[in-house]
Every structure is written in C-alpha cells, then in structure tokens.
C-alpha cells in the first residue's frame, strides 16, 4: 500500500505542533518502507510555509521531503470537477494518489469527507495492519514504489524520443547486461520464449534433431525444440537440486543429437560445468535456460554466462522482470551473437536484406527502459532474495524438504519451493488463512499431451516431484512477519 | 497604454481563474479594468507581483487547511504500542533523517 502525505502533515511535523510524535511514527514507517510519497504539487506550499513560520525548519524540511519518493500530478484534470472548483490543490493530490493506488493521509476535514481515499493519521496503523494481512505470492507494488521515480523519467524519455522500436534503451540494456554476466554479448528479445528458439535457430537445429533437456520445468523449453520440428530427449532431474542429472546426460546422446539444453530451475544453476564437458567431448553447443535464474551465480560466475549460449526471461514475475515479455540471450561467440542479432530482425543484415530467416523478436524500447530502472536496485533485491530463502529453509527444514542448493551456488529463488506430503489439502488450508502458493510444476513435460510420444518415457524422479512440490510466496519484500505467518501456519 | 480586461471567477479560498479557462461560465464576473503602461514595470518588478500573489494564494490555501483539521487523538501510550508493534523506533526529526 502506497501513501501520499497531504501538505498539513509535513508542515505540522517540521514545525512540532499536535500530532508531532504521531507523525514521527508514520514518517518512520513509510521512509522505512518506501511507500510514503509527496505530490511534486504539494513541495513549493510546503517549503513556502514553513519558511513563512519558521524558516529555521526549512533546512530539516529540505531533509526530510528527500526521504520520500514523489509522485506526479497526472495530465487527465478536470477543470469542471467540483473538487477542482473548490481546492484545486487537494483535487490534484487525490488524482495523484489514485494514479499511483496510494491513500492520502491528512487532517483536513474537507478532505476526509470528500474523497473516499483520504484516511486520519489515526488510522494509518489500521491500514497497515490490514495492508500487512494480505500476503502476496509475488509483490510488484513495492518494488514498483521504490523505482516508480526513475522508472517515470526513463519511460518519458523514451516518449519524447520516440524510438520505441531499437531505441537507444536497448543498446544501453544490453551492454549493462553482458557486463553484468560477464559476457561479450547481450542480444535482448521480445521474451523468454524467444529468447529460447532464436540461439537453436542460430546453432541451425533442424527437423529431426535431437536437443537433450529436463523434463520438470516450464512447457517453453521443450515447446522450442518441438516447434522446429526438432525433437527433445528429456533426461530425469536430480532428486535434490530438480536440475538435469548430468550423470545420465551423456547416454541420451546419439548421432542425431546436436544440443543440450539444460535448466536452471528455481534460480538455481545446473552442474554446468559437468554438462560442458560432456558436450565438449561430442562437439555439441549447450543453452542454458536460466529463465529462473538470472543474477544466480554458479562457482562465482553469473547464470547466463557458463555456457555456448546463455538464455532469459523478463516475464515481470522473474527475478528481473520487465513490465510485459522480455528476454535476453547471452553469449561470448561473436558468430552467434551476430545470428541472433540478425534473427531477432527478420534475419535482416541491412534494411531489406535477409541472409537468414528470422523471426519479429525484438524487446520494446521500453521494456528495456524499465530494465534499466530496475538494474538499479536488482543487486540489492538479489541478496534480499537470497537472505529470505535463508529464513525460510532455517524455519522448516526440521518439517519439510527444502530446498538443496550446491555449495558452489547461490540462489536467486525465483521460486522458493518444498515438498510436502498431501500438497493439496495443505494448498487448501494456506490458502483459507490468506496465503497463497503454486505449484511448479504438477505435470512434468513427458506427461503432457503435447509430448503425448514421450508418455512412456521413464523419468520417476520428475514424476515423484512433480506431485510432491509446492511454492510458497517469495519476494524481495516478503516481510519476516508474513514469512512467520507461512512457516507457522506449514509447522501447524 | 494598453487597455485590459480581466475576467475572473472568485471562488473558495481565493482562487482566480482566468478568463480564457473559465469563459463558458455565466457567473463569471468583471473584476477589473485596468490600464498598462507598457514601460512602467520593469522585469523583476512584474515577477515579484505575480510572486506576491502566488504567495498569499498558497498562505489563504494553507490557512483554510490549517484551520479545518481534525487533530491527532492517539494517546503516548496507544503511539508507544503501535511503535512497538512496528518497530518504529524514531522519536525525532532527527533520527528519521538517519533512516
């Protein structure tokens, strides 16, 4: 829950009148948790009338309004409205406010009674103890709080320059990005899924190809090989980590092999190091599928980074998500990444010339600005991510199977997920105490229709997970309480 | 020397609108004539008049709010609990500069 803090707070606060300590609590609340905003409207009254009382609080004033974020009064007013016509400057606060889904906390009598949004400082608390009641399985909203200022002035940019396709955003992106993985080249697509066929489509997998992958994970990866009419081999997990087991890897390899496409599931890295050496040795490529495990790390080196080919997804759930599709593919091969470049495009070279047959799979322009805003704040997320976790599987490891991560990982916990007996009655009960979860994934890919040629295939380990795992909400922002509330309610 | 008119709409807590926004309105009342001379004010002498009175537009406006609040009732005990309850631990301006 956002809040915007109307002009009789702030003025009252510096200046130490009724409610001073009251509005002490709140401001530590909201600078503490992000949420607490000022209408840019609002700034100028503010300082003009502190400075008009006591202009020795201004300095702390100037101090104390950077704690907070801003938000900006939106272009859709009504000059007719009939809270315009009566206090124009409240109008545009409450319009600011909703733009931003916040409630505005103020004392003013004519406010409280005219906008539904507006609460008495002495009901902030309410609020947020009824706020802190509704767990979510991923919050958006708070990160969304804490970079809506920067996220703001580069989607302007983006606006004014009007290069929405291959805007100056992507290139930017990209050379942050390989930097960040420690690659030569970062080639942005339009999402995960793409981000998995352009790389086959660039190592030329053809119809009958075989491409080695896991069969636990998202429908993608296998989905990919299939639609280009190549075939999948799916190879069982290993029971504790639900990667690829590299052991059984090298005896799915026949003559018509020509990739290996391992998944990186959870946030958590496959053996990659185990996987490259037995592709080495039957000259195959391997893509990583780290679409759940952008900004983990395997024996120090980022995922995305330690193979032939690296692949993401910015599916706004993952943990860097763009606000619609995005993915990314990594690479140090300057051959590949030139093919995926050209692919993305058409297969497109120069304008109207098409060496290749490509594909329309290119990120937006402002996709890749809102990656930008949240590259800002994503090593921060990724050890909140990483210290949840943590808790998490310091709590239940005594009742449930957590997690296993390898001494060589990290982490990024794209999903924090147990396994339990009977999953669905305990989905049941967790969900009539108000938290949610999910199962990743009760069908695993060999079972499914599509792949109705695979049924047959025999892979108990995937099949046994498959029916015994369950998710539990897992964000940057998961406060310890609502951590609490999930492990107490597990343990119950 | 320039005649202007000057069409306003007065409304609560002293807001003039101009004219040109408000001229579909039929209670819209003439509030001044006046006469310019063009070279009679200099450049900071016309921004400190419109200055001045935006300032004591954002003063009635505060003043009106300010004189229409509804005042904190928590008590130091029911702000100690909550305070406790939230882990708020600042007490002073001060210390929330340090957050």
Known sequence: MNFVIDVNIIVDLVLKRNGYREYIKILNSLIFNKNGFLCVSSIHTIDYVVNKIDSSKRSNLRKLIEKLQYCKSPSYIDITHKHFQVDPEDYIVDLSARAIGAKVITTDKKFLRDSEIAIHPDDFFDTLREDRSTMNFIDLEKQNSRISTSIERKIDAVFNHGKFIMGPEIGELEELLADYVGVKHCVTVSSGTDALIIPMMALDIQPGDEVITSPFTFIATAEMIALLRAKPVFVDIDPKTYNINPDLVEGAITGKTKAIMPVSLYGQCADMDHINKIAAKHGLPVIEDGAQSFGATYKGKRSCGLSTVGCTSFFPSKPLGCYGDGGACFTDDDDLAMKMRQIRVHGQDRRYHHPLVGMNGRMDTLQAAVLLAKMEIFDDEVKSRIEIGARYTELLKDYVVTPYIEPFNTSVYAQYTIQVDERDMLREKLDEAGVPTAVHYPVPLHKQPAFKEHEGDFLPVAEEVSARVLSLPMHPYLTKENQDRVVNLLIK | ?99
């Open chain 2, 1 to 99: 020397m320039k005649a202007i008119k000057v069409w306003a709409k007065k409304v609560e807590n002293g807001y003039l609108i101009p004219s040109g926004i408000l001229q579909d309105y039929s209670d819209d009342k003439l509030l001044l004539e006046v006469k310019v001379k063009k070279d009679n004010k200099k450049p900071e002498d016309i921004h400190n008049d419109y200055k001045h009175l935006s300032d004591n537009g954002i003063w009635e406006r505060y003043k009106a709010k300010d004189e229409n609040k509804e005042s904190s009732r928590l008590t130091d005990h029911e702000i100690d609990q909550v305070s406790e309850e939230f882990g708020l631990m600042a007490e002073s301006i001060e210390d929330l500069l340090r957050l």
